[in-house]
């Protein structure tokens, strides 16, 4: 059964580097795109952005200029590095698997079939 | 960015109800629209892809309809485990810009 796991530091001071690790256990990371999603306080679902391919990345443009997502070294593991937090940062942080099924003459229809449950973090001094 | 907007925001039923929440795209969308179930301190659950396809192990109650820009949740008659939140996702975009409508909290009557 495959499952993954947050994890890192629940409160993080403004202005600081917020970094979280998620753990993939039962089964490879090979031909998935491995995710990170957000959900502020009383607020809707935010993707992040996704790692794939052991490197390639694609990012939420309005976060772009302070996310980097990658595959660690384990091979079992990615994680989510967002620098420069403020106050509206604060939020639960979800990863997640991205799968996906041809449709036959578009992108292909891409879904997130596996998550985490995930960390809340809190950005505050 | 592709906006997704839900209705209702939240919905009362009772066990054994026929409920439908609405999902509408701000463009085109196709058919490239998910679903998802979350309940409180759990992992979010993908429901519904493609905007018709059940997803593995979900019962048959749950179904999914619609393309282009409106499109529902249908569950045919409610169980205790299916009150939770409700969300729509778009995965039309391209280059990707993965969008979710804000939540639909379905609750007991």
């Known amino acids: 059964q495959v499952q993954l796991q947050e994890s890192g530091p629940g409160l993080v001071k403004p202005s ?16 998935y795109h491995w995710s990170w999603i957000r959900q502020p306080p009383e607020k809707g679902l935010e993707w992040i952005g996704y790692v ?7 990012y939420n443009p309005s976060l772009t200029s302070r996310v980097s997502i990658s595959v660690g070294t384990s091979n079992n593991q990615f994680s989510l590095r967002l620098t420069s937090v403020t106050a ?30 995930g960390a809340l973090v809190t950005v505050s001094s | 960015d592709i906006q997704m907007t839900q209705s209702p925001s939240s919905l009362s039923a009772s066990v054994g109800d026929r ?18 179930q979350h309940k409180p ?21 749950f179904s999914g309809s619609g393309s282009g820009t409106d499109f529902t949740l249908s ?31 379905l609750e007991i009557k």
């Open chain 1, 52 to 58: 794939y391919n052991g490197g390639s990345t694609n």
């Open chain 2, 75 to 105: 569950i045919s008659s409610l169980q205790p485990e299916d009150f939770a939140t409700y969300y729509c996702q778009q995965s039309y975009s391209t280059p990707p810009m993965y969008t979710f409508g804000q939540g639909t909290k």
């Open chain 2, 41 to 61: 301190g759990k992992a979010p659950k993908l429901l519904i892809y493609a905007a018709s396809s059940l997803q593995g192990g979900v019962p048959s109650r």
């Open chain 2, 19 to 36: 409920v439908t929440i609405t999902c509408r795209a701000s463009q085109n969308i196709r058919n490239y629209l998910n679903w998802y």
């Open chain 1, 88 to 117: 509206a940062d604060t939020a639960v942080y979800y990863c997640a698997r991205g799968s996906w099924v041809s449709s036959g003459w578009y992108v292909p229809h891409f879904y997130f079939d596996l998550w985490g449950q």
């Open chain 1, 16 to 31: 600081e580097t917020l970094s979280l690790t998620c753990t993939v256990s039962g089964d490879s990371m090979h031909s």
